[in-house]
């Protein structure tokens, strides 16, 4: 008999859905039995179900292919709204999947009992409830939502006790993704014309350029035409930092320097540039914008020019302006050249000094080109925002449209599961890792071979420093208590911990850990100081 539970879990399979995360329930125990009896169809434990929002998130953006996750009733769906949130706001599809009461208990007053078809309503594309005959057409539909522009999580409730019914099915088939249309005609003419008479337009690229792979093309367009590019953080590796057109990321470390460059614009190219990241109001000067994405603008149309809109393929838009007849554009590359290296010297470390600058640079000089590393949120994000060289988008894994501490764990345990073959770090704060301290015991189940480069300054630095920049006392951000905030552990559920004070410790620390078969630690103690001349600096010059 094809139940319910059987026919989800062969669906997943067929779909290619390789894992499902989560924390199991008694409802939950059918469909872990279906799990099992699936070939190349995984349940994977974690320690919160928020992590099991965040693996699913990650998978999608290793392979390319869905995932799912899971939680019970109430708090764990609670629990895995966080990982689901992060999926909505930094555009990654996903099947969340949560237990809920039958159609007769549904509105009535019961242990652990909300409506999580309205919870989830805001942070998902389409939330439903499964219906034993409608398994299969539902799981379509929801991949198909999914995956279409712009991409996100979808929640299926699966009322208790359904799991062991027949579900007698009806022919269902895999929905492709909606297309993608083409831009219009009178759009595409007017920003030929927007461009053609631009003299110093300057590209800002945006997390959709990188779902959309139009890196080369973009490069291209740089190249024929001079024009240099800015980055939101999310989209780091569309252009490499050694290039010469490369001004920057927006939003992160010396920031007020990037824009020493994109203020001299005279009309600002969106490519791809999705504002769930950072505004184009925060930092555009007062010059036309001509916005090219999947979906419309989202502007200030009061206070600011939208010189054209382009909605619709990217690469079509892009070849459209390859295909232009054009000198190169007025931009000084010396001047350029000039403020990379500026920004790029204050970002190197000192000589001397133990902090986050040095913790990053040689964590850099040990992982190869190809290797993975997740980052937390914190104020560390915003020094490897700048700072860290990204060989392509899929090596710097982060959170920036959600940004939910917590995210680098169980991102850095997700991409060594999807990419089994590529080195996987993780950099997080103190504060972050001890968010998601639990999932050492997931990263040691798996056996997973991941560096856990953890950087401790005991407070949490990035709201502290706002404290400070607000002229308010630091209160209400410190991690530990005097008595404990310097003692190293010995090893975190069984995963060895390596100490580091100093730079000779540190590289020593790398060695060791990256040389363990299996998850490792670093406890890195800095000195944060250094964190106050570089981050929070604005995004347009002092």
């Given at each position: 008999?094809?139940?319910?539970?059987?026919?989800?879990?062969?669906?997943?399979?067929?779909?290619?859905?390789?894992?499902?995360?989560?924390?199991?329930?008694?409802?939950?125990?059918?469909?872990?039995?279906?799990?099992?009896?699936?070939?190349?169809?995984?349940?994977?434990?974690?320690?919160?179900?928020?992590?099991?929002?965040?693996?699913?998130?990650?998978?999608?953006?290793?392979?390319?292919?869905?995932?799912?996750?899971?939680?019970?009733?109430?708090?764990?769906?609670?629990?895995?709204?966080?990982?689901?949130?992060?999926?909505?706001?930094?555009?990654?599809?996903?099947?969340?999947?949560?237990?809920?009461?039958?159609?007769?208990?549904?509105?009535?007053?019961?242990?652990?009992?909300?409506?999580?078809?309205?919870?989830?309503?805001?942070?998902?594309?389409?939330?439903?409830?499964?219906?034993?005959?409608?398994?299969?057409?539902?799981?379509?539909?929801?991949?198909?939502?999914?995956?279409?522009?712009?991409?996100g999580p979808v929640h299926i409730g699966l009322p208790q006790g359904i799991g062991v019914n027949e579900s007698l099915e009806k022919t269902s088939k895999p929905i492709a993704p909606i297309k993608i249309e083409t831009p219009?005609?009178?759009?595409?003419?007017?920003?030929?014309?927007?461009?053609?008479?631009?003299?110093?337009?300057?590209?800002?690229?945006?997390?959709?350029?990188?779902?959309?792979?139009?890196?080369?093309?973009?490069?291209?367009?740089?190249?024929?035409?001079?024009?240099?590019?800015?980055?939101?953080?999310?989209?780091?590796?569309?252009?490499?930092?050694?290039?010469?057109?490369?001004?920057?990321?927006?939003?992160?470390?010396?920031?007020?320097?990037?824009?020493?460059?994109?203020?001299?614009?005279?009309?600002?190219?969106?490519?791809?540039?999705?504002?769930?990241?950072?505004?184009?109001?925060?930092?555009?000067?007062?010059?036309?914008?001509?916005?090219?994405?999947?979906?419309?603008?989202?502007?200030?149309?009061?206070?600011?020019?939208?010189?054209?809109?382009?909605?619709?393929?990217?690469?079509?838009?892009?070849?459209?302006?390859?295909?232009?007849?054009?000198?190169?554009?007025?931009?000084?590359?010396?001047?350029?050249?000039?403020?990379?290296?500026?920004?790029?010297?204050?970002?190197?470390?000192?000589?001397?000094?133990?902090?986050?600058?040095?913790?990053?640079?040689?964590?850099?000089?040990?992982?190869?080109?190809?290797?993975?590393?997740?980052?937390?949120?914190?104020?560390?994000?915003?020094?490897?925002?700048?700072?860290?060289?990204?060989?392509?988008?899929?090596?710097?894994?982060?959170?920036?449209?959600?940004s939910s501490m917590g995210f680098a764990i169980p991102a850095a345990i997700a991409a060594k599961v999807s990419c089994p073959r590529r080195p996987v770090c993780c950099v997080v704060g103190d504060g972050g890792f001890l968010?998601?301290?639990?999932?050492?015991?997931?990263?040691?189940?798996?056996?997973?071979?991941?560096?856990?480069?953890?950087?401790?300054?005991?407070?949490?630095?990035?709201?502290?420093?706002?404290?400070?920049?607000?002229?308010?006392?630091?209160?209400?951000?410190?991690?530990?208590?005097?008595?404990?905030?310097?003692?190293?552990?010995?090893?975190?559920?069984?995963?060895?911990?390596?100490?580091?004070?100093?730079?000779?410790?540190?590289?020593?620390?790398?060695?060791?850990?990256?040389?363990?078969?299996?998850?490792?630690?670093?406890?890195?103690?800095?000195?944060?100081?250094?964190?106050?001349?570089l981050i929070l600096k604005g995004n347009k010059p002092l």
């Open positions: 008999m094809a139940t319910v539970a059987r026919t989800l879990a062969n669906t997943l399979k067929e779909l290619g859905v390789r894992y499902v995360f989560g924390v199991p329930s008694g409802n939950w125990v059918d469909y872990i039995a279906a799990i099992e009896d699936t070939d190349e169809l995984d349940f994977i434990l974690v320690s919160n179900e928020a992590s099991g929002g965040f693996m699913a998130d990650v998978c999608w953006r290793m392979t390319g292919t869905i995932a799912a996750c899971f939680g019970t009733l109430g708090p764990g769906a609670c629990n895995l709204s966080t990982g689901v949130c992060g999926g909505y706001l930094d555009r990654s599809p996903m099947i969340a999947f949560t237990d809920e009461m039958s159609d007769k208990m549904r509105y009535r007053t019961a242990q652990m009992n909300i409506d999580h078809q309205a919870f989830f309503k805001p942070v998902t594309k389409w939330t439903t409830r499964l219906k034993a005959g409608e398994v299969r057409h539902t799981i379509h539909k929801a991949v198909q939502i999914a995956t279409s522009e712009v991409p219009g005609e009178d759009a595409l003419i007017k920003m030929e014309k927007l461009f053609s008479e631009a003299k110093k337009p300057l590209i800002a690229l945006g997390i959709t350029s990188v779902r959309a792979k139009v890196r080369d093309k973009v490069i291209m367009l740089l190249e024929k035409f001079n024009i240099p590019a800015v980055l939101t953080p999310m989209a780091k590796g569309m252009i490499p930092e050694d290039h010469p057109l490369y001004a920057g990321v927006l939003a992160h470390a010396l920031s007020n320097q990037v824009g020493q460059t994109h203020q001299q614009s005279d009309m600002i190219m969106g490519i791809g540039y999705d504002p769930v990241e950072i505004n184009y109001e925060e930092w555009v000067p007062d010059v036309p914008l001509l916005h090219i994405d999947t979906s419309p603008v989202d502007l200030d149309t009061e206070k600011y020019t939208l010189g054209c809109e382009v909605t619709g393929n990217l690469e079509f838009a892009l070849d459209r302006l390859l295909a232009l007849n054009l000198s190169k554009k007025e931009w000084d590359l010396d001047e350029l050249d000039e403020t990379r290296k500026k920004i790029s010297a204050q970002l190197k470390a000192p000589e001397g000094i133990f902090g986050p600058r040095k913790v990053l640079e040689n964590l850099r000089k040990i992982l190869p080109g190809n290797g993975i590393m997740a980052c937390d949120v914190g104020a560390h994000l915003h020094l490897i925002g700048q700072q860290w060289k990204t060989n392509s988008p899929d090596c710097l894994l982060m959170t920036n449209g959600c968010m998601m301290a639990g999932e050492m015991a997931t990263a040691s189940r798996l056996g997973i071979k991941v560096v856990f480069v953890v950087i401790r300054d005991a407070s949490l630095t990035l709201i502290k420093i706002k404290q400070e920049n607000k002229g308010h006392t630091q209160y209400g951000t410190s991690l530990f208590c005097e008595t404990n905030k310097h003692q190293p552990a010995g090893n975190y559920f069984g995963v060895p911990v390596f100490f580091a004070n100093n730079e000779e410790q540190y590289d020593t620390a790398l060695q060791k850990a990256f040389n363990v078969d299996g998850p490792a630690i670093i406890e890195a103690f800095v000195n944060a100081k250094e964190y106050n001349d």
